[in-house]
């Protein structure tokens, strides 16, 4: 009979370094974390398990910002500014995005996620940031609710690292998990699913063009009719900066009973992995067949990694929950705003939007970004505290960027009080915030302007 363990001999960690603030992730949370804390005076190490910056923006690839304004008939209100405006100059400077579009009730901002990689590297070594890359979270030490300590992997072996603060932007909240936060896995168990992302090359922008986003759907329902299995048939399909490419968010992946994997357990992310594959070159047949200015078009890409939207929700002082979502609560420890739309990619061909009313948005508190039971991390991301529901419109792309600058500059304000997040004065950190061009509230002057 075989063990069902081994044990592993005691030894000796090498402590590579002991950076004031030590920020784990570097997709869209993770990126403005460490440009905030490291302009504000703090050292800084990122850590970063692919062998470049963005995340879900790069290694996903996302077709489109989301998060980025609220919306009315008129107008496009932007809800996001501070880091992300640099960001998103940044890439307009290398043609990497291209205009607003509209759909629905919401808005996006289509970029190229190859140009995001480049201009993160840019953001970070402009502003002296410690970026270590193929490396991973092992384990976590605390002591007295403190971590003291992070282990890391990568190819030169196990390594140390000994921060004053931490912010966790794993999107999995894998250091908050490891040091011993409570977290929920979505809802009972059950989140919300996976999608394998791609671009497609070769497209006859023209013909794509005529088509709005509600025909696009019912040409993919009336395929389904005829019988082909396709799992998704409101999909989102967004224009690349590069002509004659278009990004494509329309897989959905499921496990064999229906129900999505839990895309924290090793075999059931691989096996998604799989299955997301297979559904692109199925979604590319039925286009090139059924989707005018496909004919000719072809998959040139698939994201390093499937979609994530949902796994971990760490529990913080506060949940943010969807009935303040959808009121357009405004908290007064609010650091960041939002006006995405509840998002539900569950059971069935279609996604469930919940809408706020036009023009409106709601803050995210500070309370969201401080694990119970931790004194000296911060989590930021789609790891936040916040209910199934609540999580499906808070994790978007756009929102995360001002989640991380919130954590980055508060992470340096708590390095006065012994790392301490619970004893930042919020007031103090709104004001930076705001002076930095971070939106925490909409001015009627603000709700006059137009994009």
Not at 102 to 107: G, S, T
Not at 131 to 137: A, E, G, Q, R, S
Not at 357 to 380: H, K
Request: hydrophobic content about 45%; some cysteine; aromatic content about 6%.
């Amino acid at each position: 009979m075989m063990a069902n363990t081994v044990r592993e001999p005691a030894r000796d960690i090498p402590v590579i370094a002991e950076p004031d603030v030590l920020v784990a992730g570097g997709g869209a949370a993770g990126i403005a974390a460490a440009v905030a804390a490291s302009q504000a005076g703090a050292s800084v190490m990122l850590l970063e398990r692919w062998g470049f910056l963005g995340g879900t923006l790069s290694a996903v690839t996302l077709g489109g910002f989301c998060g980025v304004w609220t919306v009315t008939p008129e107008r496009l209100i932007p809800v996001v500014g501070g880091l992300f405006n640099e960001f998103a100059d940044r890439l307009k400077q290398r043609d990497g995005i291209t205009a607003p579009r509209r759909w629905m009730k919401v808005a996006s901002l289509p970029y190229d996620p190859t140009l995001v990689k480049l201009v993160s590297d840019e953001m970070l070594e402009a502003r002296g940031v410690d970026v270590l890359f193929h490396t991973w979270v092992a384990d976590v030490l605390t002591e007295d609710g403190r971590v003291d300590s992070v282990l890391l992997e990568n190819k030169g072996g196990r390594f140390a690292v000994r921060p004053r603060v931490v912010i966790d932007c794993t999107g999995d909240g894998d250091v908050a998990a490891r040091a011993g936060a409570p977290y929920e896995l979505g809802s009972g168990g059950i989140t919300q699913f996976g999608s394998s992302m791609f671009r497609m090359a070769n497209v006859d922008m023209q013909q794509f063009g005529t088509l709005s986003r509600d025909e696009i759907s019912q040409r993919l329902e009336t395929v389904v009719n005829e019988g082909t299995p396709l799992p998704r048939t409101m999909v989102a399909l967004y224009p690349h900066p590069i002509n004659g490419v278009v990004h494509l968010n329309a897989t959905k992946v499921a496990r064999n009973d229906g129900r999505p994997f839990d895309l924290t357990d090793p075999r059931e992310l691989s096996e998604a992995e799989r299955v997301g594959r297979r559904q692109v070159f199925l979604y590319e047949s039925v286009l090139r067949k059924h989707m005018p200015g496909f004919k000719d078009a072809r998959v040139v890409d698939i994201g390093a990694q499937i979609g994530i939207r949902e796994s971990r929700l760490i529990r913080g002082d506060h949940a943010l929950t969807a009935d303040e979502v959808l009121a357009g609560v405004k908290p007064e420890d609010g650091i960041a705003c939002s006006a995405w739309p509840v998002e539900l990619h569950g059971h069935g061909l279609k996604t469930v939007w919940k809408f706020l009313e036009d023009g409106e948005y709601y803050g995210i508190p500070y309370r969201a970004m401080t694990p119970v039971g931790l004194r000296n991390v911060l989590v930021a991301g789609r790891c936040i505290s916040a209910t199934h529901e609540a999580q499906a419109s808070v994790r978007v792309s756009a929102t995360a960027f001002a989640m991380g600058e919130a954590a980055g500059l508060a992470s340096v304000i708590a390095l006065q009080h012994g790392g301490d997040v619970r004893k930042v004065d919020v007031r103090s950190l709104q004001a930076r915030l705001r002076s930095q061009g971070a939106i925490l509230e909409l001015a009627e002057k603000q709700r006059e302007s137009t994009i």
